[in-house]
């Protein structure tokens, strides 16, 4: 062991000092890292650097683990809500893992009163004590949706066979700030006696009661086909159906493409032609194309958009050379660095008005209960 590490020397004095100092430090090292996750999030600096969220720049950039990188980018952005939390997070007042319990609380405190009587209500207690409190104050969540590989090929049941047992809510709730994330779902590691094509995976979510009505009346439209009425392979063939239509709609993909056309000179960015669309998605892999400052390229395939090099408000055209891949938060965070990021707010506050005005929100209905749409686990449920 190097000295540096090698604490047997130490008088007991010492080394009692020596781990209340280090504790001390911890937490201190802690809120202020938190203060700059925060402070780079808000500059986006993780955009210059050619990632997509910070997460992934925690993640793929520091090699923060990403439970901590999770953890800490959601109190961060709790922290730029309500900053008083670092102080009381650098002093011991508070810690992370009561914030977290606390976060969906905190993120509906509009007033700086409110997040100080929580933290107080909150402060000296234990986790189970924080929940106890938090269970009181606030309904249940939706379950979050998840999704889990199975080890063993599964039994299926229809949504009529539902257990009425919901999942038992995890401690801390989801952040509704976050960014959507795509569910990428890791093969288990664990190498399985059944052959990969038989591979099974948990898939739970909410669904409001509108959703899941169109999904009974979607199994009722498939029931010629599917005439047990499975919900989990309604669901398939339903993305199978909607991935075509994104497809089509996103990359122009068809079978039978057309001849190419020659754009007219006064082409809408909207109106790329498919050709175009087709060769930009080929060529660029159907990934963002940012390169960060110091080279690091974003290749992120989530709410990927076509960008003009040149803005088209500067003479650019819709062509191959011109166009490239990029993802909407490196798509914006471009448009800021040449447009200015005051055009940019404003443009985005009057699109905003625009869909309002085009679309008047439907009533919300409240959540149905938990849906259990697709093969649930082998073992008995209680
Ligand atoms: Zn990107």
């Known amino acids: 062991m190097s000295q540096r590490f090698d604490l047997s020397r130490l008088t007991h004095d010492e080394l009692d000092r020596g781990l209340a100092q280090r504790v001390a430090q911890d937490r201190v090292a802690t809120a202020e890292l938190i203060a700059y996750l925060g402070e780079v999030g808000a500059r986006g600096r993780h955009l210059t650097f050619g990632y997509r969220s910070l997460y992934d720049y925690c993640t793929q950039h520091f090699g923060m683990s990403e439970d901590v990188a999770k953890k800490r980018i959601r109190v961060a952005r709790l922290a730029r809500r309500h900053p008083v939390i670092l102080e009381r997070l650098a002093d011991g007042r508070i810690t992370l893992t009561a914030l977290l319990m606390m976060s969906r609380e905190l993120f509906r405190a509009s007033a700086p009163e409110q997040a100080i009587a929580l ?141 190419p056309r020659a754009p007219r000179p006064d082409q809408a960015t909207d109106n790329i032609p498919e050709h175009i669309v087709r060769a930009v998605y080929a060529r660029d892999e159907g990934r963002c194309t940012y390169r960060g400052d110091d080279g690091h390229v974003c290749a992120s395939r989530w709410q990927v958009e076509f960008d003009h090099v040149v803005p088209r408000s500067k003479g650019g055209e819709s062509s191959l050379e011109n166009l490239r891949l990029l993802c909407r938060a490196h798509n914006q965070h471009e448009a800021e660095r040449v447009l ?43």
Do not use: C, Y
């Open 340 to 382: 200015g990021a005051a055009f940019m707010r404003g443009k985005r506050a009057w699109a905003a008005k625009r869909r309002r005005v085009a679309t008047p929100r439907a009533g919300r209905k409240a959540p149905a209960p938990v849906a259990q749409a697709t093969p649930t686990s082998a073992s008995p449920r209680p």
């Open 119 to 259: 933290l107080d209500a909150t402060r000296g207690k234990t986790n189970e004590q924080v929940a106890l409190l938090l269970a009181g104050r606030s309904p249940k969540p939706d379950t979050p949706t998840r999704v889990r590989p199975l080890s063993a090929p599964v039994v299926a049941r229809a949504v009529s066979d539902q257990g009425a047992a919901r999942p038992p809510v995890p401690s801390v709730p989801p952040d509704p700030t976050e960014q959507q994330v795509p569910l990428f779902v890791e093969q288990d590691p664990v190498p399985s006696a059944s052959p990969p094509s038989s591979a099974r995976f948990e898939f739970r979510t909410t669904l409001d009661e509108q959703t899941l009505a169109e999904l009974q009346e979607a199994a009722e439209l498939l029931s010629h086909v599917i005439p047990n009425g499975d919900l989990g392979l309604v669901l398939a063939r339903l993305v199978r159906m909607g991935l075509e239509q994104a497809r089509k709609q996103r990359q122009a993909a068809t079978k039978q493409p057309r001849a």
